[in-house]
């Protein structure tokens, strides 16, 4: 059974219960991550505890890396029956961060190549960071090559 308190919040009692902008809201009812209840005639839209909940979600997806139409088809399998495609969602964001941190080791691995060059670098000739940029980077560990 609800009672008032469950419904009380504004939009902008929500926004700082759930630590987002009230634009962020708004943004999330027009993708349909978030719904927009009913105005009451001659009142105010009400939220409660189940939007806060589904901000939450959408939150903390996102910092876990899925985008905002990746989220709306996780929230489209939150019935709790749909656990195996939930799953394989997961799976490929898995391996998209995998990709990611492959390709961010590669660039490390370059740019500290280059950082190198610069520490060893003597007299007043052109810097040989600046210079590998102009000319391209291949052949240093480049992460195209």
Not at 12 to 24: D, F, I, Q, R
Not at 31 to 59: C, H, M, N
Not at 67 to 86: F, K, N, P, V, Y
Not at 100 to 110: F, G, P, Y
């Amino acid at each position: 059974m609800q009672d008032d308190k469950a419904n009380s919040l504004t939009i902008g009692g929500l926004a700082k219960a759930a630590n987002v902008h009230v634009e962020t809201i708004r943004y999330y009812q027009r993708r349909g991550l978030l719904s927009e209840p009913e105005r009451p005639p001659g009142g105010i839209r009400r939220y409660g505890a189940a939007e806060i909940d589904r901000l939450t979600f959408v939150k903390t997806s996102q910092q876990l890396g899925f985008s905002l139409d990746e989220i709306s088809d996780l929230l489209r399998l939150d019935d709790g029956t749909h656990c195996q495609e939930a799953r394989a969602l997961a799976e490929h964001k898995l391996r998209d961060v995998r990709e990611k941190i492959d390709r961010l080791a590669q660039i490390e691995k370059v740019l500290s190549v280059m950082v190198e060059r610069c520490h060893s670098h003597q007299g007043n000739i052109t810097c040989p960071l600046i210079a590998s940029l102009h000319a391209g980077i291949r052949g240093t560990g480049d992460p195209r090559d």
